[in-house]
């Protein structure tokens, strides 16, 4: 069995790069990340846009040469803390590779980066649907976002702009 390995991606490694389109395009076919492909637009141009973004960072998983994970991070920032937060963007696990708690250790090394950046907390968002993701994310010590529970969880919203539409 090849040897897993879970790094930072370097953004200007060509293999890097692939890896992260690759994994990034087999989640968006997904039923949980839309059930669509990547645009082309977005194929040639989200490494070099995410290496222009001091606050984008990456983890990717390799089991030998073959990528398996891979999860984006942005670094937003805490008004209440005075703190910057690492939000998790996205996390993929290729389908013949789930039920390995990758997910678990990548997510481990992106709690390691974040904290080295000086954050105060992960973020993420997760479909209600997606009950395998809830509980990894529940194992390793997420919660729901509230403040007070009187006034109950908080909710993510959006609004697309322009044309723009994934």
Same mark, same amino acid.
């Given at each position: 069995? @090849?040897?897993?390995?879970?790094?930072?991606?370097?953004?200007?490694? @060509?293999?890097? #790069?692939?890896?992260?389109?690759?994994?990034?395009?087999?989640?968006?076919?997904?039923?949980?990340?839309?059930?669509? @492909?990547?645009?082309?637009?977005? +194929?040639?141009?989200?490494?070099?846009?995410? #290496?222009?973004?001091?606050?984008?960072?990456?983890? $990717?998983?390799?089991?030998?040469?073959? @990528?398996?994970?891979?999860?984006?991070?942005?670094?937003?920032?805490?008004?209440?803390?005075?703190?910057?937060?690492?939000?998790?963007?996205?996390?993929?696990?290729? #389908?013949?590779?789930?039920?390995?708690?990758?997910?678990? +250790?990548?997510?481990?090394?992106?709690?390691?980066?974040?904290?080295?950046?000086? #954050?105060? +907390?992960?973020? $993420?968002?997760?479909?209600?649907?997606? $009950?395998?993701?809830? +509980?990894?994310?529940?194992?390793?010590?997420?919660?729901?976002?509230?403040?007070?529970?009187?006034m109950g969880q908080a909710q993510f919203f959006q609004k697309w702009l322009g044309a723009h539409r994934h």
């Open positions: 069995m @090849p040897d897993l390995n879970i790094i930072q991606a370097d953004y200007a490694n @060509p293999l890097h #790069a692939a890896a992260l389109i690759g994994l990034l395009d087999d989640y968006a076919r997904d039923i949980s990340g839309g059930g669509e @492909p990547l645009s082309d637009f977005t +194929k040639t141009h989200l490494v070099s846009a995410l #290496a222009a973004r001091p606050q984008a960072f990456s983890v $990717l998983a390799f089991e030998g040469a073959q @990528p398996v994970g891979l999860v984006n991070c942005m670094e937003g920032f805490s008004t209440f803390a005075c703190q910057p937060l690492v939000n998790v963007h996205d996390v993929v696990v290729i #389908a013949g590779q789930r039920g390995k708690r990758l997910g678990e +250790k990548m997510l481990a090394l992106v709690e390691h980066i974040a904290a080295q950046r000086g #954050a105060c +907390k992960l973020t $993420l968002e997760v479909l209600q649907g997606n $009950l395998s993701a809830i +509980k990894l994310y529940q194992r390793i010590g997420f919660a729901a976002y509230q403040l007070d529970p009187a």
